[in-house]
């Protein structure tokens, strides 16, 4: 059921984010009175079409490959074109023209992610306030004095009110200045700002979790892991856990979370340990032995499942509240929210150039649809914050000047402003080339990453 809903949510994620981008194109190219012959949504052989009932006849269509999509406009440059609608062609359009069409789509992107964002505020979204625990020690929270009760309220100069902000907001600064300033509110009581000096700390070298290089750990309701799937011919399914176990004590001791249980289970590598384990009604014990595995030079402990956790009522009022907006505020919230995470983006991409931020770091298909099937699995305004992530990243990647991308063109387009004629034929194709082997790869390497992942 998992892989099932996984499938249907990546699916349903690159489905409706490249109608999105193709729509824009689409919608300013009639708009501005270019003949389009046809919309697909993916690419290669067309496995589904039917025609318009507009004097265009515009062809719609899905095709086999679904990573991607196009819109096919009248052009002289693909094709004869009757003299009657040379003036509808794509190409003998005013280069303010044509710039405004391949903008469309990474603008539309943006639109997008701005609306889903919103959308998060309007029917809200379960958030976990900010409250901190006590720090990694050695680690610059712990140098900079933070403590367990402190509640973050701003990042520099922007406020904070959950931990999912907190995470954002703090890479984004950490991008743009080593030294943070920080305003927490102490446990006990009254305001303090501390400043966290990240100078010697490289974040992205790596693709592990930034937020415990700096030290900083939160504070979580207390909560029990639930068992969401249990491999073939692993430890577990030899210990008899099943779907839907909750777990309650390890070796006799209550869990307090379920960061509790992978750790202990992570510690116990080729040891016998006791899970107390609660199916339904009842409650009993299982012993299991935790297979040793290799992961980053050092051995840890598997069993094989899945996990999701249950909150218990302990700390849940203090810490958890569902975050909601007016429509006013959730329209300009979301546009920050774009605007914050395209910034982001792109000083990501600029750290990956420099060699600042691992390679690591880039994914590719199967991971959008392991986050696309787990947001999905979360709820709707989750999965609505993952389709805004991901549909902001494609208008940023489509506006970076790569010939093949929409940024490309327009950038071929500016060259032309400024010449006062279009770049050559040859000079264009030779770019198409570059960018072809530069997008080709960057997919190879996405791809290779996505496998690693998978594997380890």
Avoid: C
């Amino acid at each position: 059921m998992n892989i099932f809903i996984t499938i249907v949510a990546f699916l349903a994620t690159i489905g409706l984010l490249v109608a999105v981008h193709e729509f824009g194109h689409f919608w300013v190219a009639r708009k501005l009175g270019v003949k389009v012959q046809r919309f697909s949504i993916g690419f290669g052989k067309r496995i589904w079409t039917f025609n318009g009932k507009d004097e265009d006849k515009v062809e719609y269509a899905l095709s086999l490959i679904p990573l991607g999509g196009y819109v096919k406009m009248l052009d002289e440059r693909e094709g004869d074109v009757d003299p009657s609608e040379r003036h509808r062609a794509f190409n003998v359009q005013p280069v303010w023209k044509r710039f405004l069409i391949v903008l469309a789509g990474p603008a539309f992107n943006f639109i997008f992610a701005i609306a889903a964002f919103a959308t998060t505020y309007l029917v809200g979204i379960d958030s976990v306030r900010p409250y901190l625990d006590t720090p990694i020690p050695n680690t610059p929270a712990a140098v900079s004095g933070f403590q367990a009760g402190d509640r973050v309220l701003k990042v520099n100069t922007t406020e904070v009110s959950s931990v999912n902000e907190l995470r954002l907001t703090l890479l984004n600064s950490y991008l743009s200045d080593r030294n943070v300033l920080i305003e927490v509110e102490q446990a006990g009581g009254g305001n303090a700002s501390r400043n966290l000096d990240l100078s010697n700390v490289s974040l992205l070298e790596d693709e592990g979790d930034y937020f415990g290089k700096v030290g900083f750990n939160v504070e979580v309701p207390a909560n029990i892991p639930v068992i969401t799937q249990v491999m073939p011919d692993s430890a577990a399914q030899a210990a008899g856990i099943q779907e839907d176990d909750h777990i309650q004590f390890l070796n006799g001791d209550p869990i307090t979370s379920a960061r509790d249980f992978s750790v202990f289970i992570s510690e116990n590598a080729g040891k016998e340990v006791t899970l107390g384990v609660q199916r339904g009604t009842e409650s009993f014990d299982l012993t299991v032995t935790p297979k040793p595995s290799e992961r980053n030079g050092k051995t840890v402990g598997l069993i094989g499942v899945g996990l999701a956790y249950k909150y218990t009522d302990a700390g849940k009022d203090k810490l958890l509240y569902t975050r909601y907006a007016s429509f006013t505020e959730a329209i300009t919230k979301g546009a920050v929210e774009t605007w914050n995470m395209s910034l982001m983006t792109l000083r990501v991409m600029g750290r990956l150039i420099t060699g600042e931020a691992s390679i690591k770091n880039i994914s590719g298909p199967i991971t959008i649809a392991n986050y696309a099937g787990k947001s999905a699995l979360v709820g709707f305004s989750v999965f609505m914050s993952f389709l805004a992530i991901v549909s902001l990243s494609l208008g940023v990647l489509n506006l970076l000047p790569v010939p093949m991308l929409d940024g490309g063109h327009l950038f071929y387009y500016l060259i032309e402003i400024v010449k006062g004629s279009p770049v050559s034929e040859k000079f264009e194709e030779a770019g198409m080339r570059v960018g072809m082997a530069m997008v080709g790869v960057l997919m190879v390497l996405a791809i290779y990453n996505d496998i690693t992942r998978l594997v380890s």
